[in-house]
Every structure is written in structure tokens, then in C-alpha cells.
């Protein structure tokens, strides 16, 4: 009995030897791998996109491509989100304090008062050895440049159309088709309105918001003109942009605004980025409306679009002139203060590759700023459930971004204060114009 125990004791103990050997032979590369790591700690400071979740479907698989090329450093993130309201500010301070920042999204009209300042990152030699600028529409891609250099990539888009009730323009008797030129959209508006205002709808949709401005700007587009130019005998630049929005073309476009309130539009002051038509308050609404459909079937696509109808543009003046659009959307950009610029110029690559981001574009509802993405097996995905896909990537084309300078907050402000001037009777569009870029010439040093 003796004998049998000492063995049995004895096994025991090789075999107990046998498994720390082997705990030893298992874990030993791991602890050393862990050990020789470098650790890295990215941060962040990105715009909530009205909902902070959604960045957890776009930040942790980057993370994870770029530590899976990078073996030798455990690289974490930490980003901070704002809604858009306080964004700006919170930008600024951070910057402002020399608050290190490895990455950040800036609205596409704050790129000139960042750069400008020198918070931001030259990534010109960065996007040359990288190669994919042909991969970019040319609007999104020259959105990123200040000064002949580039400061941020634009990653996704909005482009604003005609949306509009099937059922109700035909309870008016208004042809959908009506709407396409600027006569034709006040003569609807008049009849939606003698029809639908008795329920408690209104005909058509006016912007009276913070952001008239935006949806002023097309019809300008359309006519020819623009919200500023080069100029020469600055002051003290010597050349330096010059308001030319109250020129010929600016005036004809803010007289369409006033035939529309003469037409018995109304402006709202309130905005909800498209609810309140969905909600069937208005029976046409000129907005970039797909991003709050959220729909997650071919079938709820197909069921959305028989009853509400899309066209892919702004009125015209005429059926001669081509249609013109605004484009919004977010840039992704590096702050001078970061201290890991190769790192998170790569995260950045990483995030805009079409295999990842095109995901997150669909699952929102986002427009790309990507060729690759618009067209091609990726955007098979898209049409699946974004309502009128591809006529809005076909609109693409008829987007402009707004003037990447210092100054265009100011102007557009101005601006802003030019349309509620029309709008409430303060003043004609012509004196309107003139008065506002007075103002916008004093902003740019004139």
C-alpha cells in the first residue's frame, strides 16, 4: 500500500512539472510580446453625428487594422464627442490650449479659420505618396485644400433635392414635374397651399433657419455667380477674395426668394432637418432628407418611395439652365499638436478605405465623397435600402462646397441677415445684397 502511494505520488508530481512546462512553453512568447510592446495612446475629438454610437461601428475596426500593421505597439484610442452646436468651440479651446489631438472632424466651412491659425496639419506630402486623389469626386477632394495645401480629407457628403407627397400634390392637382422650374414651383405653391392649408399642411417648404444661406446658394449657383472672388489692390494682401454675391445673378436669385413669400410661402424659423416633413407638415421640402430615413429592407425602400417622390435638383429658371445643389459633410483632419501624425494620418487612410467605410455610409445614410464608393459593387449595397441612391450620387455633380476661408461664417451671416430682410418686407433683395456685402468686404479687409 505503501509502495503504491510513494508511485501514485510520484506520478502526480510529473505530471504536475509535465503542465507547468507547458504553461511555460505557451504563455512565455505571448508575456514577452506584451512586454515589448509600446504603448500608444491615440485621442480624439469628432462631431456626434446626432448620435455618438454610431462611431463605434467605424473607430474600434480601424483601431484593429491598424494594430494588426503595427505588431510592435499596443495602440489604443480615447475620443471625446460634441454635438454640433458646441464642436466648434470646443475645437478651438482644445487647439487654442495646445491640448495634444491625433484626429478630428471639422465641418467643411471651419477648414480656412483652422488652418488659417495654424492648427492643422499639412498633409500635401501625406495624400501625394498616398496616391488615391483620382478616387475622390474633384468638389470633395479640393474641399480639403487651403491655400493651395491640403489640411483634411473629406470623408462623406449630403446634397439637398425636391422631396414630395405623391398623394397630396395630386390631391392639388399639381404635376410633380411642375416643380422643376422657378414659374412652375410658385404656381404649385399656390395651389398646395389653397388645398392643404384648410388640414393644417403647408405647400411647400421655405428655409428661414441659421442655414437659409445654403439654400439660397444654389440658385446662384445655377445663374452663374458666386459668394466671392479674387480681387486685386487688397489693402494688405494684395490679392484677397471680393463679395460678388450681390452682383446681376445674386440679386435675380434673391428675387425668386421674394416671389416665393409674395406666393404666400412662409419662411420657418423652426428646422428639423427634414421631420417635419416626414411628419407630412409640408407637401414639398427641398432638403438632404435621406438622412433620417432609416429604412433597413428593399421593401421598406420600395414602400417609402411610392409615396413620397424625388427630384434630383433645385428649380431652374428655365428648363435651359442646369440645376445646381449645396454639399455638406464632414473632413477628417490631424491638429498640429498631435505627436503621432504618421500614426493617425494612417488611421485616417484606414477609415476612408471604401471596404470600411462604405459600411458606415449605408448604414446612416450618408453620401460618399469617393468615386469607388458612389459607383461599382459598393454601392450595390446602398441601393438596397437608401431611397433614391442613385440619383442623389448622380447629384454629386451638381454640388458645390462653400469657400474654404477664414472669413465665411461672418458672410454667410451676413447673408443669412440679407434673406430675413426679404423675407419679412425689411427690404428689396437688391438693397438687401448691397448692404450685406458691404459688410462682407469690411470681414475680408477691404
Avoid at 435 to 440: G, M
Wanted: no cysteine.
Amino acid at each position: 500500500m505503501l509502495k503504491e502511494f510513494v508511485y501514485l505520488f510520484s506520478t502526480i508530481r510529473i505530471f504536475s512539472a509535465l503542465l507547468l512546462l507547458v504553461g511555460v512553453i505557451v504563455t512565455a512568447p505571448n508575456f514577452t510580446s506584451v512586454s515589448a510592446q509600446r504603448q500608444v495612446m491615440l485621442t480624439g475629438i469628432l462631431e456626434d453625428q446626432g448620435d455618438p454610437e454610431r462611431w463605434n461601428t467605424l473607430i474600434p475596426p480601424a483601431i484593429q487594422e491598424l494594430r494588426q500593421r503595427h505588431a510592435d505597439l499596443d495602440i489604443q484610442m480615447n475620443y471625446t464627442t460634441y454635438p454640433y452646436n458646441e464642436m466648434r468651440q470646443k475645437l478651438m479651446s482644445a487647439v487654442e490650449n495646445q491640448t495634444e489631438i491625433d484626429l478630428i472632424t471639422l465641418d467643411q466651412i471651419w477648414l480656412g479659420e483652422f488652418a488659417e491659425k495654424g492648427f492643422l496639419t499639412d498633409l500635401t506630402n501625406f495624400t501625394k505618396s498616398w496616391g488615391r486623389q483620382n478616387d475622390w469626386y474633384q468638389e470633395s477632394w479640393d474641399g480639403g485644400f487651403y491655400k493651395d495645401k491640403m489640411y483634411a480629407i473629406w470623408a462623406w457628403t449630403d446634397i439637398r433635392g425636391l422631396w414630395y407627397w405623391k398623394d397630396m400634390l395630386h390631391q392639388a392637382g399639381v404635376d410633380a414635374n411642375s416643380l422643376k422650374t422657378w414659374d412652375g414651383y410658385i404656381q404649385a405653391a399656390k395651389k398646395l397651399n389653397a388645398v392643404l392649408r384648410p388640414q393644417g399642411i403647408e405647400g411647400i417648404h421655405l428655409t428661414g433657419a441659421s442655414h437659409s444661406p445654403d439654400m439660397w446658394y444654389p440658385y446662384l449657383w445655377m445663374l452663374g455667380g458666386d459668394i466671392v472672388a479674387m480681387k486685386t489692390g487688397h489693402p494688405t494682401k494684395g490679392s484677397y477674395y471680393f463679395p460678388i454675391y450681390n452682383e446681376t445673378k445674386g440679386v435675380r436669385a434673391m428675387e425668386f426668394i421674394k416671389s416665393q413669400i409674395d406666393a404666400g410661402i412662409k419662411p420657418q424659423k423652426n428646422h428639423f432637418w427634414g421631420k417635419e416633413f416626414l411628419d407630412r407638415k409640408f407637401a414639398v421640402m427641398l432638403e438632404a432628407l435621406q438622412h433620417h430615413v432609416h429604412l433597413n429592407t428593399t421593401d421598406q425602400k420600395q414602400e417609402f418611395e411610392e409615396k413620397i417622390g424625388f427630384l434630383p435638383m433645385f428649380p431652374v429658371p428655365n428648363p435651359s439652365y442646369k440645376s445646381s445643389s449645396l454639399m455638406g459633410g464632414w473632413e477628417l483632419s490631424i491638429p498640429e499638436t498631435s505627436n503621432h501624425k504618421d500614426l493617425a494620418w494612417e488611421l485616417i487612410t484606414i477609415i476612408l478605405d471604401p471596404h470600411i467605410l462604405s459600411h458606415y455610409l449605408v448604414s446612416h445614410a450618408n453620401l460618399p465623397t469617393q468615386i469607388t464608393i458612389g459607383q461599382g459593387p459598393y454601392a450595390l449595397e446602398a441601393n438596397k435600402t437608401i431611397p433614391y441612391y442613385s440619383q442623389l450620387v448622380n447629384m454629386i455633380e451638381l454640388g458645390h462646397g462653400r469657400p474654404n476661408i477664414p472669413e465665411y461664417p461672418q458672410i454667410a451671416d451676413h447673408i443669412r441677415q440679407a434673406l430675413d430682410e426679404v423675407y419679412y418686407g425689411l427690404k428689396n433683395p437688391k438693397q438687401a445684397l448691397d448692404d450685406a456685402a458691404a459688410k462682407s468686404a469690411k470681414a475680408l479687409g477691404w
